[in-house]
């Protein structure tokens, strides 16, 4: 009997390497999304310094100047903070594609795995067989010779 080849022995390592492109791409969208998530906790942790600013301003002696400064730095801190919650969002739905992509080169890839099991124990079934056919004819040739002398 010839020698167990799995004919589909290529693709399977194409999706192999799919599945790590893949899974790389949804590292990188992971690390985005996590330095995103940092970004927008520093704006939060500024605009709350710049509160804290104001009401200590709003203790003593108010200078105008100093107020509109406050006012205008703690409106750039609110655009900041929309925008990374935006770009946050937009990290999100890429983090969520990447991660359905690896979900579906996984499962291509343990499909092919699976059938090559099978294959491999189809061969292994046959081949057992066969060789078990083959010792029952030695056998019942060594048997009708037994009985011919």
Known sequence: MKRFAFPLEKALEIRQIKKLLAEEKLGEAQREE????????????????????LRALMGGRVDPGEMRHLLRYESS????????????????????????????????????????ENRLAEYQSLYWWEQGKALDEIGSQRHTRGKGR
């Open 77 to 116: 801190i609110e655009d900041e903070i929309w925008r990374q919650k935006t770009d946050l969002v937009k990290r999100e739905g890429v983090t969520e594609e990447a991660r359905d992509v690896v979900v579906a080169r996984t499962q291509e890839e343990r499909t092919l795995e699976k059938h090559k």
């Open 34 to 53: 996590s330095r995103t998530r940092l970004r927008l906790d520093k704006a939060n942790g500024l605009r709350d310094q710049c509160f804290e600013d």
